[in-house]
């Protein structure tokens, strides 16, 4: 007896020391280990993920959508708790568009966490994969942006990151506008990983709607001109830049080679930036506009003024010859502009003499906006070259005049040309139209030359389209036109180029009262070098697919001539 007293005594004892046991362990996890293990219980069961916020839309003027962002989803699996990877992956096969074979494969790997299925999964897709109900199965949501329209704007909308930051155009220029605010979302999941409550912590605020000013079906008539251009004389490149002066809207700004944000690994490094402000140029005879709108500003000169030319001027050795050569003839001002005299423009520059023509036509240089950016909403914009007036050397004021010796942009000669389009009175150019709902006004102008001025500059500049001006192949029959060529040599190591070109066209229509501006840059054209006859050509038929599509009726029989005509020089 005394022996199974013992024995029960003994067993008694071992359940209370394993009940002691037991009780210390409880005390030991609920009261001093209780945090982490409430956290580690949480990291299994409670899952906090961002929402990424919806990026706003990018529309041209009339509401095409140009940029959007769509709901897509990562999906990933844990294969500690796929029991059938085979079964799995063939019922995740023709969802995800992968092979049942590479599926298994990653079903199957020994478990070191989450597995990665597919990225940039539509919604749609991802709401179909969740139907299935399969353990260990899950998503992570996303967005994915896309552009409808492929390489139309390409480098004016630009890219975003795998960060969802823009990196370039718009998309960067406008990311705090266009990105808005993730949310936060907290899954609850049961033992198998499958969610049981959803619930948003903090609710996604969308990024603002942006509406540009591009007018989509010119944007695209626009880069197909500049295709059939490069087609045809092979340049390094070429930029095209359509605005309405009187508000300065951009309604076209189209860059070759071209750039498809959705393939960015598609498109040459060249095709990454937009030329229209980034390429800095001499931009030739396209110049000599301003160098003779300072002059009649200042009233130096009329627009019938004679300017006795010599065969060449030649400064400290430095020969400047024009484009066809000539004895000693009289031209006038307008005939100047005209036939694009270097000798000419040089003169006029130099009337109130050297000094003071230095310095009136480094103010005007200045005044029409060149040296600084133009403040377009686009990343990389350059703000040029243009020499102080501290620096100009002897020689300056026999080649700046004709637009040699300075660097300028595509952006800024289209800035500086819509004063003259506008009567007098510049802006900056506007690219966006709207932000949400909100529509924008127009830009604060700046008046830099007379109504005078502007109105005599356009009439001489109808000469320029002209029987015997630069781009008289240009010029469309029917209506009244007014533009300029450049013809710039490129300089290589030093020296100018005998080889390398950049071409270019600026001009408006109708030239009374303009609506339309555009310009065209071709950079080096492998064949041809003029910028009548390679950057005319493609003025002419952007704007003669352009007026139809924006109502701008042909002149009235016969249309205005250059109110300067000269028909030939006369002899001083």
């Not at 998503?139 to 390489?151: A, F, I, K, V, W």
């Not at 960067?172 to 049961?190: E, F, H, P, S, W």
């Not at 423009?345 to 133009?374: C, M, S």
Request: glycine content about 12%; some cysteine; overall charge positive.
């Amino acid at each position: 007896m005394r022996a199974l007293d013992r024995r029960i005594g003994l067993l008694f004892g071992g359940f209370i020391l394993l009940l002691a046991i037991a009780s210390a362990r409880a005390a030991w996890l609920g009261i001093f280990n209780s945090g982490p293990l409430q956290r580690f219980a949480s990291s299994q069961q409670i899952d906090n993920k961002v929402v990424p916020a919806m990026r706003g839309v990018v529309t041209d003027r009339s509401g095409q959508v140009l940029a959007l962002s769509e709901s897509t989803a990562t999906i990933i699996a844990d294969p500690y708790l796929i029991h059938d990877a085979p079964t799995v992956a063939a019922k995740l096969g023709p969802l995800l568009g992968s092979s049942q074979k590479q599926l298994t494969a990653q079903l199957s790997k020994p478990h070191t966490g989450y597995v990665k299925l597919a990225e940039n999964v539509p919604s749609t897709t991802a709401t179909k994969i969740m139907g299935l109900h399969i353990d260990g199965i899950n998503q992570s949501p996303g967005l994915h942006r896309t552009y409808p329209l492929g390489s139309t704007a390409g480098q004016v909308l630009g890219w975003v990151g795998a960060d969802g930051k823009g990196q370039s155009g718009i998309e960067y220029t406008m990311n705090q506008i266009l990105k808005g605010k993730a949310g936060l979302r907290r899954i609850v999941n049961d033992g198998n990983q499958q969610a049981i409550s959803i619930q948003d912590a903090k609710t996604m605020q969308p990024g603002a709607k942006i509406g540009l000013t591009l007018d989509t079906p010119l944007q695209q008539e626009v880069e197909h001109v500049l295709a059939q251009t490069a087609a045809q004389f092979n340049p390094k490149s070429a930029t095209a830049i359509v605005v309405n002066p009187n508000n300065d809207r951009i309604l076209a700004d189209a860059n070759w080679p071209f750039l498809d944000p959705n393939n960015l690994g598609a498109s040459s490094p060249e095709a990454q930036g937009n030329q229209s402000v980034g390429f800095a140029y001499e931009p030739g005879s396209t110049f000599k506009a301003f160098t003779i709108a300072g002059a009649l500003q200042d009233g130096a000169v009329k627009p019938n003024t004679m300017i006795n030319e010599p065969p060449d001027l030649a400064p400290y050795g430095y020969v400047i010859k024009d484009a066809e050569a000539h004895g000693d003839v009289s031209y006038s001002v307008a005939h100047v502009l005209a036939v694009s005299s270097n000798i000419g423009a040089d003169l006029i520059a130099q009337r109130d003499g050297p000094n003071k023509g230095a310095n009136r036509f480094n103010y005007w240089v200045h005044k029409f906006g060149f040296g600084q950016p133009t403040g377009v909403p686009l990343n990389g914009e350059s703000n040029g070259v243009i020499p102080p007036l501290s620096k100009y050397s002897g020689i300056s004021m026999y080649n700046l005049p004709f637009g040699q010796g300075q660097e300028v942009t595509p952006m800024q000669m289209v800035q500086a040309y819509a004063a003259i389009a506008d009567g007098g009175v510049m802006r900056k150019p506007q690219l966006i139209q709207s932000v949400g709902n909100k529509q924008r006004g127009p830009a604060k102008g700046q008046r830099v030359i007379s109504a005078k001025v502007a109105s005599q500059l356009r009439g001489m500049m109808r000469g320029v389209l002209g029987d015997g001006g630069t781009a008289s192949g240009a010029q469309i029959p029917g209506y009244d036109l007014a533009g300029k060529t450049g013809t710039a040599q490129v300089a290589v190591n030093g020296k100018y180029s005998s080889s390398k070109y950049v071409a270019s066209f600026i001009g408006m229509v109708p030239a009374s009262h303009p609506k339309l501006e555009v310009a065209v840059v071709v950079n080096q054209p492998s064949t041809g070098e003029y910028g009548g006859t390679v950057a005319g050509p493609a003025f002419q038929k952007i704007v003669g697919w352009a007026v139809p599509h924006f109502g701008i009726n042909p002149c009235p029989k016969p249309c205005p001539a250059s109110a300067y005509a000269q028909a030939a020089p006369s002899t001083p």
